[in-house]
């Protein structure tokens, strides 16, 4: 039986980032796998330790373009916690309604990527039409589509009246209506089910001891979801994780699709319960210390750790991404694969290498 090494990626048309893995097969069977990484490095952490500890929040939602906002917010959580800042109630709702807004955002790009994948284009531009309206509200209460820049440490700088929140909801209600008809075939279709069921199998208790996180742990019947912390208004608001048991990539799919729902009746929660206050709160003085802070990330566990000298530069910025805890789960989900399936199995954890090597 031929056996082969050679490197899938890192310019790939299913991989939308620069990673490669250097696989080893026996005709068309992967044996092993070994992923490479280290095509990109943008120094952020080191930017972040030369910059006003202030500016850093735009550095940060720059980590990632899709989880600009929620990056912006970690930072703000680390610095706001080194410093004891308590930041409003209203702020805190509203930083639950644009997460919530970047992972519906996140996960229809992600579902877009993987029908394109299947070769299911019309899929994908729906899928993508779809979240042109996500983008639509991020861009009216934000001003801007992508890089949102409305998370401030202490609060926020935007702020949503009563007129913006009606048309806010008009704008859920159409995506919703564009949503619904797109579910039933990523969860009945025969060629998804073909190509996912059953492939890149990653057992409960491999996904617990190689500390994998997000879907792709919750996609294992790991329940496990930072959320559930009760940051922002998250213990307010009365969240629970989405979780399955089938351990693959329809699995991880399947999870995904659940967590858009979920995450809409967060979005109209947080709009429906929206307390009334200030949005933000002065802040004074530097960093002094150590300080960590853990949100949820579409692909999962954000890390943030500060630390603070008592200047305007901090001393110290490491920041942990979900890809990179992600990254080693592909050592159990590809070997005994075939070849044929592996872009799909890599696809299913959505790698992000831009924010894994920051």
């Known amino acids: 039986m031929a056996r082969v090494t050679f490197p899938f990626g890192p310019q790939h048309p299913v991989l939308p980032e620069a990673v ?75 930083r639950v309604f644009w997460s919530e807004l970047s992972r519906i955002h996140s996960h229809m790009l992600w579902l877009g990527l993987l029908a394109d994948a299947f070769g299911f284009e019309s899929l994908f531009m729906q899928c993508w039409r779809a979240r042109e309206v996500i983008l639509d509200i991020l861009e009216m209460t934000t001003g801007q589509r992508v890089i949102q820049s409305a998370c401030i440490i202490g609060g926020v700088r935007r702020n949503i009246n009563e007129e913006m929140a009606g048309t806010v909801r008009k704008l859920l209600d159409e995506f919703r209506r564009q949503w619904k008809p797109l579910k039933p075939v990523f969860i009945n279709d025969y060629t998804i089910k073909s190509r996912t069921v059953g492939k890149g199998i990653l057992p409960k208790e491999q996904a617990l001891a190689l500390g994998a ?19 922002a208004a998250y213990k307010e608001l009365g969240f629970e994780p ?13 999870v995904r699709v659940r967590e858009v729902d979920r995450s809409l009746e967060l979005v109209y929660k947080s709009l429906a319960e929206l307390p009334e206050g200030e949005i933000a709160v002065k802040v004074k003085g530097f960093p002094q210390g150590e300080a960590i802070t853990r949100v949820e990330q579409p692909r999962g566990e954000l890390f943030y750790f500060a630390k603070g000298n008592g200047t305007s530069h901090l001393e110290r910025l490491k920041v942990r991404t979900p890809t990179f805890a992600n990254i080693p789960t592909l050592l159990v989900m590809i070997p005994g694969s075939e070849l044929a399936d592996v872009p799909i199995i890599t696809l299913s954890i959505d790698p992000c290498i831009a924010c894994t090597e920051r």
């Open 20 to 94: 490669q893995l250097q696989l080893t097969c026996e005709d068309e069977r992967v044996i092993e796998v070994v992923p490479v990484i280290g095509y990109m490095h943008r120094g952020v952490e080191k930017a972040a330790e030369r910059n006003p500890y202030a500016n850093n929040v735009f550095l940060c939602e720059r980590i990632c373009g899709i989880c600009s906002f929620i990056h912006a917010l970690a930072y703000c959580q680390v610095i706001e916690e080194n410093m004891g800042v308590e930041v409003p109630p209203r702020a805190r709702y509203l």
């Open 213 to 231: 996180v997000g879907p792709t742990a919750r996609a294992s019947g790991v329940t496990y979801d930072a959320r559930l912390t009760g940051y």
């Open 242 to 254: 989405v979780t399955d048991n089938g351990c693959d990539s329809y699995a991880r799919m399947i």
